[in-house]
């Protein structure tokens, strides 16, 4: 627990690992008590979405954006100003060093729907690479949250090596 009753990351992932458990339970609830636990759980989602919107009105947002737990409750309620494809350059920018370390680089290609594309290059054996993949994949979902998945895009094709013809021969002007 952080001070003045404050939650610290630890302590928010599991509130919203308890939420997701209440929720399934509630969703299990047959009849009308169901039908108005999960009206209840949306009108709530709705006023806390128009008071966090009210939020944005009166402060700068970018500090807010800093925060992993707003950021996601921006996307939650569809008003965090910056586009996924964004947050996703952001994300693979603060992983570039580290991904360095390990012989890998990533690149966003881009963003078919839900689904980001994803150009990775790893040095290494497979397993290492692997690692890698889903580091990069965990940071991409964490930084655009509304995105389903991530996808590896093909390799690009290596152009085939030109060799001039005249080259195949001698300086004398006969085979070589």
Known sequence: MADCGRLDGPAVEQRLARLDELLERVETVPGPTREAAVAAIQVLTEVYGEALARVLDLVAPQPLLEDELIGHLLVLH?????????RA????????????????????????????????????CGSSAGGVEEAVREALLAA??????????????????????????SRSGGPA
């Open 78 to 86: 569809d008003l965090h100003p910056e586009p996924p494809e964004r």
């Open 89 to 124: 350059v952001r994300a693979l920018e603060a992983l570039r060093p580290a991904l360095a370390e390990r012989g890998a680089r990533a690149e966003l290609v881009g963003i078919e729907g839900t689904v980001a594309e994803l150009r990775l290059t790893a040095k290494g």
């Open 144 to 169: 655009a949250p509304e995105l389903t998945g991530v996808r590896l895009a093909p390799a690009p094709a290596t152009p085939p090596a030109f060799v001039p013809v005249d080259s195949l021969f």
